[in-house]
Every structure is written in structure tokens, then in C-alpha cells.
């Protein structure tokens, strides 16, 4: 399955409430690391491995499919 395939097949209802959730991570992290307040560092440091680490989830649970194969081709099994 190539890429573009995989991003429109169905994605299972579990991972689209995960892609949702570290959606609102970046969007909060963001907020925060670009805040017009002065914060401290570590604040500023933390919104931004949160802002990765959302954007990771989202882009890892966007690719989860509802595919289901039994075996792995080239594996043990096919």
C-alpha cells in the first residue's frame, strides 16, 4: 500500500480520538511557546517537545488503517 492510499484509507475510531487529542497537544503547546508573556525556560522548553510529540501522534495515528490482514508478506507467515 503506498502512502497516499494509506493516508485516505479508513482510519479505526480509537486512533482518529488520538489524532484529535495530539492535535490539541500542538495546538497548546504552541499557544504556550509563542504566549507574549515572558515564561520560563523550562515552560518554553516543555511546550516544545509537547508540540512534537502531538504532532507525532497525529501523524502516526492519521496512517493506523482498518486493514486487516493476517499475514505479513515476505514474513513467516506469506
Known sequence: MILI???????????????NMGLALTAVATVIATAPVTLPAAVITFAGYAAVAGGVISAVSQLTTNNDHSTIPGGKDG
Do not use: D, N
Open 5 to 19: 492510499q494509506r493516508i485516505q484509507s479508513p482510519t479505526p475510531t480509537f486512533f482518529k480520538k488520538l489524532r
